[in-house]
């Protein structure tokens, strides 16, 4: 009988709303000095006209958690409780956003173990340039593109070479244009089918054990790729091709299995990841300083950075990408296009994720228009965001923290002059939602 009734004296664990985090904070004291300051200490460093696409960021950015852009109201659906909080709306952006790209990460990383990832062994490679040859990619971030692609195609050649026919296979590559400290170390991540598929849709498992000749083949390629562009002279390109020290690495020591679920996702955040953490950030703001904490570099011989806070922000949006460039693209059997045919594919089916074999169990009538867009249920859109939540602090939102009923969206209240007299309403009778600046109401 005891034991029945400890649960239920317990604590609940309440959703606790975020307000202002630190980062946003040194943007909103100090962005305005750092637009100011662009063209004069920036430009030269970050690029002539990039100040409008990150005034853009950074203003979605400063937006999230603001209540006075909208709001919804959530309450208890047991009506002896009747608890109820405000909660604003997201940016939804992931270039800055701390909050909003741990969402995003933990997205990707469920599609790509429920939806996309075949039930085989895969591996993991990180690719790596001279910094020689990685100032291109400061300025023109759109050779990604290439250089994946240039990428892919020595591991199919390598694929189709040891098989001696042709091999369809399947990657993910993503950039990752930062390091530590927010210094720039662009890197490539590839999360690469361990094997391929013959022309008959038998599996060839293919294991790379050589790294020695990828690397000397990745240097020769990617060498050729810069000369053809343009970018580098004949004569510089033959000094890179006879440096002892390359400057040009693979690493592919991490495996995958293909049932590893728990490992599959964290990689896949791993890759996705934004690259500052808040834990690691604290801001003096008198003093306008930041101190971002590390691990410690023995190249470096520190494990702290100190800037201004202008310059940190010069530091961390060096890596918002332009408009309309992707930083990880799908390749082979998980390319859009590939994936589109894995219905008529026996062999692709048997392996396809679990997600993807539930959603495909029955089969689907074709589209009578192509281009007709699929609506998400509007339950699925409102529990989103509790899901996320939930399984990164382990604390559902939806669930009452006073009686463990269920929690219920009940308004959605996007007028502006509505929202801010609820806002002042809460601030008068001292239920103020976290992180909201009353002087902004006035």
């Known amino acids: 009988m005891l034991a029945a009734a400890i649960p239920s004296i317990l604590p609940r664990a309440a959703y606790a709303q ?26 030269k460093e970050l690029g002539n006209f990039r100040i409008e696409r990150i005034s853009r960021v950074a203003t979605r950015f400063l937006s999230c958690g603001d209540y006075r852009r909208g709001v919804a109201r959530i309450r208890c659906s047991n009506p002896k409780c009747r608890h109820e909080y405000f909660r604003p709306f997201s940016c939804r952006g992931f270039h800055l956003c701390p909050s909003c790209s741990q969402k995003r990460s933990l997205l990707f990383s469920e599609y790509l173990d429920e939806h996309l990832l075949f039930t085989l ?95 000397q083949l990745l240097r020769q390629r990617t060498v050729g790729l810069f000369l053809k562009l343009g970018l580098i002279t004949e004569q510089f390109s033959q000094t890179l091709l006879c440096w002892r020290n390359s400057g040009f690495s693979v690493d592919n020591s991490v495996r995958l299995d293909g049932g590893d679920h728990a490992a599959r996702q964290a990689l896949a955040q791993y890759i996705a990841r934004a690259p500052l953490s808040l834990q690691k950030l604290t801001y003096d ?91 998400v249920s509007h339950a699925a859109c409102r529990s989103a965001w509790a899901k996320l939540i939930a ?31 609820i806002l002042r309403h809460l601030v008068k009778i001292g239920r103020s939602p976290p992180g909201l600046d009353a002087s902004a109401l006035n």
């Open 285 to 375: 703001r008198a003093g306008g300083k930041v101190l971002y904490h590390t691990s410690y570099n023995p190249y470096f011989k520190q494990n702290t950075s100190l800037w201004s806070a202008t310059d940190f922000i010069a530091h961390l949006t060096q890596f918002i990408p332009p408009w309309g460039v992707r930083l990880i693209h799908y390749y082979g059997l998980y390319s859009s296009r590939c994936k589109a045919q894995w219905p008529r594919l026996p062999h692709i089916a048997r392996v396809a994720p679990r997600g993807w074999q539930q959603s495909h169990a029955e089969p689907m009538p074709p589209q009578a228009n192509a281009t007709e867009s699929t609506t």
């Open 121 to 215: 062994p895969h591996r993991q490679f990180v690719f790596t340039l001279p910094k020689a040859l990685r100032v291109f990619l400061r300025y023109d971030q759109r050779l990604f593109g290439r250089i994946s692609r240039l990428i892919f195609s020595l591991i199919t050649t390598f694929y189709s070479a040891a098989a001696g026919k042709p091999i369809s296979s399947a990657a993910i590559l993503a950039y990752q244009p930062f390091g530590d400290a927010l210094r720039f170390n662009p890197h490539f991540h590839a999360l690469i089918l361990e094997g391929g598929f013959d022309p008959d849709g038998q599996f060839y498992f293919l294991p790379i054990h050589d790294n020695a000749r990828l690397t």
């Open 391 to 421: 399984k990164v602090y382990e604390i559902d939102p939806l669930i009452c923290p006073r009686c463990g009923s269920e929690m219920r969206l009940i308004a959605v209240i996007t007028d502006p002059a509505e929202v801010c007299t």
């Open 18 to 43: 975020r307000g202002t985090n630190t980062l946003q904070q040194v943007f909103r004291d100090h962005f305005a000095s750092f637009t100011a300051d662009y063209d004069a200490r920036y430009a």
